[in-house]
């Protein structure tokens, strides 16, 4: 599976961003998708996971109430949906599959090449 991640730039704090990762060369709804981010210095981090189906969603603490990720299985692709955004979610966020429900980045075998996010204050 090869995902391609695109989407992210520079935006002010407030300010809304969405995110997409198409998928190719294998079977979307198979797997659970995850987006990731990882801040220059730090550990790379889950922010959201959804489900095969969409119906299961897990969202870190962080994003709560501020993100939404959702998927369209048609069009083989994930979304990640930021509103209200702050300096600490500047990342390079990135998208990855896995055939099991988890959020440890190391059960996720495929993984798109990454997008920056840059929020200024």
């Known amino acids: 599976v090869q995902l391609q991640a695109s989407g992210g730039g520079l935006v002010q704090a407030g300010d809304s961003l969405g995110l997409s990762c198409a998928a190719s060369?294998?079977?979307?709804?198979?797997?659970?998708m995850g987006w990731f981010r990882q801040a220059p210095g730090k550990e790379r981090v889950v922010v959201a996971r959804i489900s095969q189906s969409g119906t299961s969603l897990y969202y870190h603490d962080s994003v709560k109430g501020r993100f939404t990720i959702s998927r369209d299985n048609a069009k083989n692709t994930v979304y990640l949906q930021m509103n209200s955004l702050k300096p600490e979610d500047t990342a390079v966020y990135y998208c990855?599959?896995?055939?099991?429900?988890?959020?440890?980045?190391?059960?996720?075998?495929?993984w798109g090449q990454g997008t920056q996010v840059t929020v200024s204050s």
């Open positions: 990855a599959a896995a055939s099991l429900s988890t959020i440890l980045p190391s059960r996720y075998r495929y």
């Open positions: 060369g294998g079977t979307f709804s198979n797997y659970y």
